[in-house]
């Protein structure tokens, strides 16, 4: 038992559930767009009148973060295979995260300023800040899972190690020539 509970990485559970949170809600922000113009742009009493389409909408934007969290730990359990990561640990923050989101621990409501600030640069409201902001949170959620600057973070290497040797040429041994 000891020996699995060494593979457990605080490290990566960390930076994984920050990706997570961002494949969430960047997939949410980008569930708006289904049914853009009925959600934005009519008036409340419009959407008030017609329940069943807004309660349709507003569950697949619901389900969209499930989907998000999904592609999430789909791609952080591939990534820890192939880094000879302990499985284990996608699977730990995937249920962390969901029991978060089924009981809205994830604080999104006092984050959410924060996150679609990039795309206030557009105007409120309007598909293009809608896109902008669920690209922004994909792409650092991706980032996350992906930089090899994170990897090496993660596995407890200096990401510093490679800037010292910038413009040398090194050998198959990694020694500079």
Not at 20 to 29: E, K, N, P
Not at 94 to 109: E, N, Q
Not at 114 to 134: A, K, M, W
Request: charged content about 15%; overall charge positive.
């Amino acid at each position: 038992m000891g020996s699995s509970v060494s593979k457990f990485n605080v490290k990566l559970l960390v930076i994984h559930f920050v990706a997570f949170w961002l494949f969430i809600y960047g997939f949410q922000t980008l569930a708006f767009l289904y049914d853009f113009n009925f959600l934005i742009f009519l008036p409340v009493e419009a959407r008030i009148n017609d329940v069943p389409r807004t309660n349709f909408d507003m569950k697949l934007v619901t389900q969209a973060g499930l989907v998000g969290a999904i592609v999430g730990y789909l791609i952080s359990w591939r990534i820890s295979l192939k880094r000879n990561w302990f499985w284990l640990n996608s699977v730990v923050i995937f249920v962390l995260i969901y029991v978060l989101k089924l009981y809205d621990l994830l604080g999104w409501s006092q984050l959410q300023k924060v996150f679609l600030l990039p795309g206030q640069i557009f105007r409120l409201n309007t598909r293009t800040y809608y896109v902008t902001n669920g690209g922004v949170m994909l792409a650092l959620g991706c980032f996350l899972l992906f930089s090899n600057k994170i990897k090496r973070f993660i596995d407890g290497k200096d990401a510093g190690t490679d800037a010292k040797v910038v413009g040398k040429a090194k050998t198959k041994a990694g020694k500079p020539a």
